[in-house]
């Protein structure tokens, strides 16, 4: 699946799922969706399906149960009532309540959960940076406090930035004896445009993780959303490699030289990766340069369509 085509796909099904089944008397089919709007889960119903929250909130009441999976990414959660498979949390809050009972696993990755005496969690617990018991008094008292352990060792740091750098330049140089005429498409585009490039990636980059659970929820599609996992991974890493041959062709122009294509994509690649990584160690702000070469990267792939053709100039698209 070409990527401009996978894209297309990613949109059309979010509005695919958008328009869901509303209640019924006994229970609701076929999972529920929530983006940025509230939803209650009343007392006695029963959900048969995914529960999953997009910057929204949800709420489980007592004896209400979920017939699945619930997942909340950017929203809130408060269960009373029953899920009978896994709660996933990312960049939002989860409340289980006195009586409430999770059967599989609870994941967290950057949100808070908040657990009362009595709640039930039959399966393990996952990544939970932030949470409290709740006593029968009210006060709140951490339930665990995660170790951490800095173990600093300059030396394997260096190695491992070295050896990463010099494996993509090696893996430049094979990609480069058969995928030649697209990886220069590739990096033109990068060249020739470069904001629409940056802007390209980062527009796939943000609607991917979105599409993929939409994907994931959906059994028959897992192996779709795996194709396409795949398909993002070689996209930036083709990209990184697009940019190293831009780079190494014009080091050993300006050395004067005329270099193999596979020995300048090869060095260039390399340079690239080493400056990255080294950039990469810094505190905080480390993480850009490396995040700005693969939306460069993901974004020329996407325009040149990995290479098969090149990218249409601005002027001449409006035409």
């Known amino acids: 699946m070409k990527p401009v085509k996978l ?11 958008a328009p869901l089944q509303s209640a019924s008397a006994k229970g609701l089919a076929e999972g529920k ?3 940025g709007d ?7 119903e029963t959900l048969n399906g995914d529960l999953v929250v997009f910057g929204g909130s949800a709420n489980i009441e007592k004896g209400a149960k979920v017939e699945g999976n619930a997942v909340v990414i950017g929203g809130s959660l408060v ?18 309540g006195a009586e409430s009972r999770v059967r599989g696993n609870l994941s967290t990755v950057g949100a808070m959960l908040t657990r009362s ?30 170790s951490v352990q800095i173990n600093f060792q300059p030396f394997w740091t260096v190695v491992n930035v070295i050896g990463q750098a ?15 005429p697209q ?33 994931i929820i959906t059994i028959l599609l897992i192996p779709v959303a795996l194709v396409a996992v795949i398909a993002l991974a070689l996209a930036a890493v083709f990209g990184w490699i697009a940019i190293g041959l831009e780079i ?9 030289q005329q270099w193999h294509p596979s020995l300048a994509a090869g060095l260039g690649t390399f340079l690239l990766a080493l400056v990255a990584n080294i950039i990469g160690l810094i505190v905080c702000v480390g993480w850009l340069a490396p995040f700005l070469v693969t939306m460069l990267g993901i974004g020329g792939v996407i325009m040149t369509r990995f290479g098969a053709r090149p990218a249409e100039s601005p002027v001449a698209a409006t035409n």
């Not at 894209?7 to 799922?17: C, G, M």
């Not at 393990?124 to 409290?132: L, R």
């Not at 190494?248 to 122009?253: N, Q």
């Open 7 to 17: 894209l297309s796909f990613f949109l059309l099904l979010a509005l695919v799922f």
């Open 33 to 35: 969706v929530i983006f």
């Open 38 to 44: 509230s939803y209650t889960l009343k007392s006695g």
């Open 79 to 96: 269960v009373n009532g029953e899920v009978t498979g896994d709660v996933a949390v990312v960049g939002g809050a989860v409340t289980l």
């Open 117 to 146: 005496e009595g709640s039930r969690v039959d399966g393990e617990i996952f990544n939970t940076a932030t949470s409290w018991q709740h006593g029968e008094n009210g006060t709140q008292t951490p339930q665990t406090t995660p």
């Open 166 to 180: 010099l494996a993509l330049g090696i893996l430049a140089m094979l990609v480069m004896l058969f995928l030649t």
């Open 183 to 215: 990886t220069q498409r590739v990096g033109q585009a990068i060249v020739g445009q470069p904001v629409i490039a940056g802007l390209l990636g980062l527009l796939t980059v943000v609607l991917a993780p979105l599409a993929l659970v939409l994907l």
């Open 248 to 256: 190494g062709e014009r080091f050993t122009k300006a050395i004067k």
